[in-house]
């Protein structure tokens, strides 16, 4: 199975950006998609950008589009989410999830693999 790491969690002002980082073990076909979620203290976790890895289609919650950009490195077997324009309401713990496809992406209980978590906060 998978194994899934983030990293580029931090502490960042509104307005400002980071860079997240998932790093994969590998490409198999329960990993051909690869999701971000994030999670806020006394809140769900919810669905922020998914990819799909084989034909590069990406998808993405409204609160976030326009200022997020999912992307992957191949090579690298690791998947980015670059994160612009940053408003306190982003801080969260940010989660690195994978599945075989992604239909129904944004559901959490489809997901069978997560990685440990990275944690952002936004000041303003």
């Known amino acids: 199975q998978v194994q899934l790491v983030e990293s580029g969690g931090g502490s960042v002002q509104a307005g400002g950006s980071l860079r997240l980082s998932c790093a994969t073990s590998?490409?198999?076909?329960?990993?051909?998609?690869v999701a971000w979620f994030r999670q806020a203290p006394g809140k769900e976790r919810e669905a922020v950008a998914a990819?799909?890895?084989?034909?590069?289609?990406?998808y993405y919650a409204d609160s976030v589009k326009g200022r997020f950009t999912i992307s992957q490195d191949n090579a690298k077997n690791t998947v980015y989410l670059q994160m612009n324009s940053l408003k306190p309401e982003d801080s969260a713990m940010y989660y690195c999830?994978?599945?075989?496809?992604?239909?129904?992406?944004?559901?959490?209980?489809?997901?069978?693999?997560w990685g440990q978590g990275t944690q952002v906060t936004v000041s303003s």
């Open positions: 990819i799909s890895r084989g034909s590069g289609a990406t």
């Open positions: 999830a994978a599945k075989s496809n992604a239909i129904t992406w944004s559901i959490r209980s489809t997901y069978t693999t």
């Open positions: 590998g490409y198999t076909y329960t990993s051909n998609c």
